[in-house]
C-alpha cells in the first residue's frame, strides 16, 4: 500500500481510539434506552456487566475533568 511503519503506526493508533470511542458511545447509548438498566445493557450488547460498570466509571471520571 506503500506506506511507510510510521505512517502505518499512526494509523493504528488512531482506529484504536476510534473503536474505544465507538464501544463507549455505544455502551452509553444503550445504558440511556435501557433507563441504566446495566443488566440489561450487557446482555443486549453480549458483554460482561463489568465492562458497563468500567464504561459508567470512565464517563463519570470525564466529566468531572
Do not use: F, W
Not at 470511542?21 to 452509553?28: A, Y
Not at 458497563?52 to 466529566?63: G, I, L, N, S, T
Amino acid at each position: 500500500l506503500g506506506m511507510d511503519s510510521s505512517s502505518c503506526n499512526e494509523s493504528l493508533v488512531h482506529s484504536a481510539s476510534s473503536l474505544a470511542e465507538s464501544q463507549q458511545r455505544l455502551i452509553g447509548e444503550t445504558l440511556q434506552t435501557q433507563r441504566g438498566n446495566v443488566a440489561k445493557t450487557a446482555r443486549l450488547l453480549g458483554v460482561p456487566r463489568g465492562l458497563v460498570y468500567r464504561h459508567m466509571r470512565k464517563a463519570q471520571a470525564d466529566e468531572t475533568d
